[in-house]
């Protein structure tokens, strides 16, 4: 079993930043990540990076969400600049051992 303790979400103003974290234990970690979820809608992957550093990232936030990681601390980082309306979301850490596991996810509110 993997636990994991989020953090970093919140309200921000359309063009604003947040930086959101995700510290995992329990198991040997190899990939880790994050995908969002609207309101009805399935959860739509935005983030991942390996173990080695190498990072892959949606189109819809290229040049604006940075991955990152600190592998000793298991813990991944997701760096959103220049947020927009449309990235208002419940963001959810995820890692990747034998299995998937997720966290228990974090709201992202961007609105004026």
């Known amino acids: 079993q993997v636990q994991f303790v989020e953090s970093g979400g919140g309200l921000v103003q359309p063009g604003g930043s947040l930086r959101l974290s995700c510290a995992a234990s329990?198991?040997?970690?190899?990939?880790m990540g994050w995908y969002r979820q609207y309101p009805g809608k399935q959860r739509e992957w935005v983030a991942t990076i390996t173990s080695g550093g190498t990072t892959t990232s949606a189109e819809s936030v290229k040049g604006r969400f940075t991955i990152s990681r600190d592998s000793a601390k298991n813990t991944v980082y997701l760096q959103m600049n220049s947020l927009k309306p449309e990235d208002t979301a419940v963001y959810y850490c995820y890692a990747v051992s034998t299995t998937r596991y997720w966290g228990q996810g974090t709201q992202v509110t961007v609105s004026s």
């Open positions: 329990g198991t040997t970690i190899y990939y």
